[in-house]
């Protein structure tokens, strides 16, 4: 029989790992920067800090720790505000750990159209209330809260993943949203899955014209 008392973790050790692996994914950003889009990327006020890595190589490291990933990492990059972390974030969030709340206040830190399409491209489509939370915002006057809306709803459609009542509704959204280039994008690929569809956003445009 085995006498040892068991281990327990406590807070420091979870905090003092949780920063020993942000220290390693660090030194990873650093060993593949791009530094020529790094230095221009410095130029402006879109990330704190941009080390102007490719995604392909950025998915890589997303798989490298994949292992250590939790909500608390996730948080701990989005926090950093560089580029490449943010993408990081998306990338590893676990899907069962980000609520609608928290879904609203990375939007809301959102300030370019490529978080904004990374977001929606490596999270959103991830999450169980993925539809709910994209009808919500493309309902929304925030600009980029629209736009990580719809950009959401173009890859639902594209895995099927919109029932006909959402469909009708997202149609009714977009046709009043059109200022928006991306719920222009979202109508396209609509249009794009039959013949039916482009029937709809046919009609719909002609109205407008």
Sequence with gaps: MDNNPPIITTPAQTDDTLQSVLVDIKKELRANMNGIASAHSRQTADYRINWGIELPRLAGIADEFRPQADRKLAQALWKEGARECRILACMLMPADAMDED????????????????????????????????????????????????????????????????????????????????????????????????????????????
Aim: charged content about 25%.
């Design 102 to 209: 928290m879904c609203d206040i990375w939007a809301e830190d959102i300030r370019t159209d490529e978080l904004a399409t990374m977001f929606s491209l490596y999270l959103m489509p991830r999450l169980p209330h993925a539809s709910t939370t994209a009808f919500r915002w493309i309902a929304d006057e925030h600009t980029i809260r629209q736009t990580c809306g719809y950009l959401t709803l173009c890859h639902l459609m594209r895995r099927h993943e919109m029932s006909d009542s959402a469909q009708e509704e997202f149609l009714d959204q977009a046709a009043s949203s059109l200022n928006n280039r991306y719920a222009i994008k979202a109508l396209q690929i609509y249009a794009s899955l039959g013949e039916d569809n482009a029937r709809k956003v046919k009609k719909i445009l002609d109205c407008l014209g």
